[in-house]
DNA sequence: CAAAGCCATCCATTTCGGTGATGGCTCGCA
DNA sequence: TGCGAGCCATCACCGAAATGGATGGCTTTG
């Protein structure tokens, strides 16, 4: 049994049929029988159970289907780690909030790609839920999403500190007034799809002063959502940074939250098993180091009578746990 | 490159010299050197430098070295995990103090034969330091050893709790006042080689009396200990019941110890992440069952005044820490 | 009942790993 | 300086094993 053997064999599970795995390895179908064969031979167990309509699991074989799937990865891994030398070479693959995306990274991969030229990189945007979920199964080597988050997996490194604010449109004086009459007047949450952190933040928001069965309008870019408050759709959540520039344009109206949910951490994570490379290492050094800057204050033009009456408590920041 | 090329990178690496990892791959010289060559052209650095007294490790090879030695291990582990069924089946290799072999192991080794037919045993012994470094480098799948220990990477099951006893020759009433003199009658403390937690605890005991420079007498079986002392040769520490059949005879004489010292924990200890065969479930499952029956207390035919004054602090247990 | 999808088996081909012999190199020693 | 020992690289060769293509049996489906 050797890595290849794993990596036939979890092709197999994976796809629940030889003749399938067999295409996805790029090979045909009767190397992929013959393979299996000599795996359970080897092993003097049954691996699959063969029907009609392709191949199962046996016990031994879901016994087995965790190790066929970490040693192949290892095996990648190891060629990593050996290849890997002291110049940033190779490439890397981070995930990044679509708003992080928008204000934090650009300055972030314009000094990056100039210190290391010989990496790729590769920006994948999704929300918190999403890009934890792929930097866990190793798709992302690391992201950027809303903190805090407590994984026994994961490394969380804070990296910025955003302040986070309620956006209506222009003519909206009073955001407590303005949230309260939503639900009345069908007025919506512009949000991100499920998984996204301020969307989980809005509505604990809202459902903590007991405004609930608000209509919600979902959106994947911030623009759309900008533009929705804009033109009086509804309200939204969104970190100051990304807001400022519709602020000062007076399309829409920026309203201070409470303290206790005012700010919102921003971590780069990733897996605490998993090797670094001297390109990942340097991004991520550059990240902080260019991050980190303390941030401005509120503007002063900003009206502080704005401020929201809520007080959030902790269920206003759901953290996500280890399973 | 597969989990072979990574034993045979690991072999070369471990012997230092192309020429003798051959040999402890039971091959030739031409294969390893092949393979080797392969290997660097595949992850396009080079592994080793080749010098006249053999080769050693880049820096590349430095970074794959402890994958080439997990990657393997994981390999057998997925073998194991997979052959492993619903009844036990196998081998188990499992350590143990001498002394817990002696009084412990038996009962459990006969019920454990009875109920698993189909599984080899192999049973070593060594002291509490030995044992834990057996098991942590996967040479041993659990062993019985005193504790309490704390290694992030080894998870201790308590399962029994021994009393201590201080054994002298038969004629000594005062176990408190023979001690006084031992150093100066130049007596001996009968001990197991270094590394045994006994051992380590007598020592400590006499030394929070000031009793230092007590030479000592070392011993590779319970019986020769035990010998020893009835002979009037010196002292030693052990589990009450192991020392329990001499007493009975008259040939030694058992003494309680104080409060603080007196318990003193066996555990089972075994890697927090290495797979649990259903053979080796089966055994820990019958040693706690076995084991963990309360024990009787001292025998009322022992004079509790010969208990000695001693008070030991914490250093009189010291726990193995993790690195 | 025919077609499609799936897996097992067989066979020819190629590839890859293992073997033994040879040669170059350095080091240590006489 | 010359020689032998130890070490690694290279080469040609052999055999086992993986691969690829074709066929056949089986079941499901329309």
Redesign the pocket.
């Known amino acids: 049994m050797?890595a290849?053997?794993l990596s036939?064999f979890a092709a197999?599970a994976r796809t629940?049929?030889?003749?399938?795995?067999?295409h996805s390895l790029?090979?045909?179908?009767?190397?992929?029988?013959?393979?299996?064969?000599?795996l359970e031979a080897e092993l003097g167990v049954r691996l699959?159970q063969?029907?009609?309509?392709?191949?199962s699991l046996t016990n031994a074989g879901a016994q087995l289907l965790p190790y066929a799937e970490r040693i192949p990865h290892l095996i990648g891994e190891a060629k990593r780690a050996a290849a890997d030398g002291p110049v940033p070479r190779g490439s890397i693959k981070v995930g990044a909030l679509e708003t992080a995306t928008a204000v934090r990274l650009p300055p972030v991969l314009a000094a990056y790609a100039a210190a290391c030229p010989e990496v790729d990189i590769e920006i994948v945007t999704g929300t918190t839920a999403e890009l934890v979920e792929a930097v866990l199964s190793h798709r992302l080597e690391a992201a950027f999403t809303a903190g805090p988050l407590d994984h026994p997996e994961l490394l969380a490194l804070p990296v910025v500190e955003e302040e986070l604010v309620l956006l209506t449109a222009p003519w909206i004086g009073d955001a407590a007034a303005f949230s309260a009459r939503a639900a009345a007047d069908k007025l919506k949450l512009i949000v991100f799809r499920a998984g996204c952190t301020y969307r989980n933040y809005l509505e604990a928001l809202l459902a903590a002063r007991g405004i609930v069965g608000v209509r919600r309008l979902e959106f994947g870019t911030v623009d759309g959502i900008i533009g929705c408050v804009a033109a009086g759709i509804g309200i939204t959540l969104l970190p100051r940074a990304v807001a400022a520039r519709a602020a000062a344009e007076g399309r829409v109206k920026l309203h201070a939250l409470p303290d206790g949910i005012r700010r919102i951490e921003t971590v780069l994570v990733r897996r605490r098993d998993a090797f670094v490379s001297t390109a990942l290492k340097r991004f991520i050094d550059m990240s902080r180091e260019l991050l980190s800057a303390p941030e401005p204050g509120p503007q002063r033009s900003e009206r502080r009578s704005a401020k929201m009456s809520l007080r959030a408590g902790r269920a206003a920041a759901p953290a996500i746990k280890g399973s």
Chains 1, 2 share one sequence.
């Open positions: 050797d290849g053997d036939v197999v629940g049929g030889i003749t399938k795995a067999a790029n090979t045909v179908q009767s190397n992929v029988t013959q393979r299996i064969r000599l699959f063969r029907h009609s309509r392709g191949v």
